[in-house]
Each structure stands twice: as C-alpha cells, then as structure tokens.
C-alpha cells in the first residue's frame, strides 16, 4: 500500500524542492490545504481503500512540534459511519487513524467534523455521531509532525468496511500551524529524557500493567436476537486496554517466522491452514538509580499478518479472552458465578496507542483512581504509532482500544441460551505471557442482563 504512494512522491519531493526555493517566507500564521469532494464506495467483499489526495505546498521543509499539522477537518454524508475507517497518509508514509468505525452501530455522518491533538469535545472513540465539532482522532497528530517534509501529496484513505450503504465525502482539509501539538500527553519523560523518568517502587525494571478499561466495554456493549439477519446471537462489545504500569509495553521481532517449529518465509500458510507466526520479544526497560535507561528481552507471545478487512496489520496472538458467564440466584438476594456459557477464543489484537489517558476526562478510571499524567510517573515514556511486524507497544499512560463494532468483538450467545443475568468477562493476557507489574488486575468483569434471547 504504501510503496505504490513512495514512487509518486520521488517525483513531488524534486518539484516541490524548487517551488519552495521560490516561496520561502516566513510563515507565522496558518496554512490551509482544500480539497473537493469523493464519493465513498460501499464494501462489496473485497479489500480497497478510497484515497483521496490533497497536495500541500510552499510550507517549511520540516514539521515538527513548533510548526507542522495542527487540525483536519472533513464533512461526509454516510448513514453508517461505523462502517468507516478513515486514515491520513502524510508524504514520508507514515499514517494515522482519525477515526475507526465510530459512531456506535447507527450513527450517521460526520458533520464539519475536525480533528486535533487537543479537540474540545474528547476523543472521537467517545464521541456520538455525527460529530459536530472538534475531536481528538482515534492517532497521534503529533506521529505525523515527525521532522517530515511535509510538501507534496497527502491522501486521505477512506475503507468502508461492511456493505449496504455508499457516502460521499463533500470535502477535507488541512491547517498547519506553530505549535500543532497542545496537550499531545508527554510528561517529560521519554527515551531520549530518561533523567526526567523517575524510578519505580518496586525495582529498577519500568513494567508495564495492562488494565482493560471499564469506560468503553460499559458503555460499548450490544446483544442481537438470534433472528438478527447481520449479529446472530451476538453480543457485541468494545475493548479498550490501557498500560498504567511503570513502563511501555513493547514488543518487537527479529524475523523469525515459524510453522511450529519449522523456520518459514513471513507469508507461509502453515499444513495446519494458518498463518505463520513470528517469535515475540517484550523488551523491558530498566531504570538507575543514576537515571540510565537499559533493557532486557524476554520471549512472550508470537504474531503474524492479519489480512481481514479493516485490519492489514500485525496481531499480537493470545491477547484477551472474553466470556460470558451465567449469575445464579442465592437465598437473600446473592448471586453467585455460574458455568460459562460462551468464550471467545484467545483474540489477537495490535498494540498501538489509540488514546491518551487524561484527567479531564473519565476514560482512564480504573478502580477509582482517574489515571493521567499526574499519576503516573512516566507518562509518555514510549510512543507506538501502528502496528508494524517488527515493533508494536502501549506507551505509559496510553490505551488501545477495540470499538464494538471491529471485526471480531463480540461472544457468541448460544441457541437456547435464556434471558437473565450473566457476567462479561475480559482477561488480558489469558496465558500469562506478558510480564507486568500487577498481574492480578487482568480480569475485568461485570454484570449485563439478556433481554433479547428465550424468555
Ligand atoms: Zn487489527
């Protein structure tokens, strides 16, 4: 996907180099970049992607965090913007979400809909269609702000992701400005600052802790009937994981693929039909007492290319497992846990930060404590944008998060399965592979009652 953009760029970057040569002024004021409209197709069962282009000129030849992309704004007509993942595709190829199928499962449109690393109106993930306003997006803006050049050909990339309706984007643009990063969530301490980290309590070793966030699951959830011509029995439901430990999460490869034990080419499809897997390193970071960053790697889950729509990016495999569990009435009102009665399997998931926890706001309230950088003492420390084979992560102070309606969130509610009070569970790294510094906050769970099955 992104080569075919390179060898156009080849050709922007020399014309713009003489176009700038010729405007160099001193730019203190924003720059806007237009573009008309699209139309968006519908998904018809095949992997594409709308891209639209829009070319910048005549700016600086480096954005970072004193000038560079500051707001995006779009305007689409769709009537199911859940179907919709929208990415911006900056010149060097790097990319980010704005939004990832938002919008619960009948919002519709965007409506003069603008992103920034600071939108008044929280993150898009938590926002409600059609998004009037101006919204944090589902990516870093300040992932893009990297140093780049950013003259030449940004593409908007629009992929419907389930059928039956079309939209048409009316137009997006661009604003690059000073200071284009405001509150992009760094609190100082980072690889490159490791005197501004501070120690943690329990040893030199920065571990991460991975939570799953109440906030999203509990306001993310969705049962169909067994009759639902799309959801069969399911039971849709968001997942979002955050990191509130010492350290990143990361993980990286080294281009070891196997099929068990046979060493493979990265896109061998194993005797067994599945894909192959690459072995998996968390690297742990460590932390003197004379503030020098070290590291240790140790072997953890393996992942491999998941090709289903919407995603095209690594998985890290065996990462949450989420059941559903039947609540049985006690005498004087108690309940108790009962069987299981649906259990996913151990879902792979790509780790990268899709939020920034933040005190203003309640997302990253974990057993009442509201996490953001003022309770944690690395917030910041990592910086993972996407989900690449050979490196992903959960920065300090980041979350991750599954909306409700991505391919593959939800549980299977049996035929036959009654009415009542049950319990969703979610357990993070389900078989113990991942090294943290409290393993026994894994288990998220509370109760959901069926309304919608055999009475
Ligand atoms: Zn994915």
Known sequence: MKYRFMHL??????????????????????????????????????FRIDSIPITVSGLPLKIDSSFGLAKVCLNIDHLRTSDLKIELLSPDGTSIWLTNRNGSESGQNYMNTCFRSNGFNGYVHTGKAPFAGEFIPDGRISFLNNGQNP???W??????????EKGVLNYFNLEFSASPNPNSGLGGCSFETPALCRLAETGSALLPDLVTLPFFTESQIKEYPQD????????????????????????????EWRCADTIVDST??????????????????????????????????????????????????????????KLKKRRKGKVKRGPVVSQSSKISYC????????????????????Y?????????????????????????????????????????????????DYLVEVELDPLNKVAEKNKANNLLSFPVTLRKQMP
């Open 228 to 255: 639902d011509p799309n959801y069969p029995g399911h039971l849709k439901l968001a997942i979002s994981i955050a990191n509130l430990g010492d350290g990143p999460m990361e993980v990286f490869g080294l281009h």
């Open 155 to 164: 593409y908007l990339l629009v992929q419907d992701l389930a059928a039956g």
């Open 151 to 153: 003259n030449g050909k």
């Open 351 to 370: 780790l990268f930060d899709s939020g920034i926890c933040n005190e203003n706001d309640n997302v990253c309230r974990f057993e009442n404590i509201n």
């Open 372 to 420: 953001g950088a003022g309770s944690l003492a690395n917030y910041g420390l990592g910086g993972y944008s996407s989900c690449q084979s050979n490196k992903q992560g959960i920065s300090v102070g980041a979350y991750d998060t599954y909306g409700m309606m991505y391919e593959g969130q939800f549980l299977t509610i049996p035929k036959g399965t009654r009415n009542g």
């Open 268 to 325: 061998t499809i194993c005797p067994d039909g599945k894909k192959a897997r690459q072995i998996l390193y968390q690297r742990i970071y460590s932390l003197s007492e004379n503030k020098k960053l070290t590291f240790t790697d140790v072997a953890t889950n393996s992942n491999y290319y998941d090709d289903k729509p919407g995603h095209n990016h690594y998985h890290v495999d065996d990462w949450v497992e989420f059941r559903l569990v």
């Open 9 to 46: 760029l080849v050709f922007n970057r020399l014309s713009f180099f003489f176009v700038f040569f010729l405007s160099n002024q001193n730019l203190t004021h924003a720059q806007y970049f237009n573009t008309p409209g699209a139309k968006i197709r519908d998904f018809e069962g095949v």
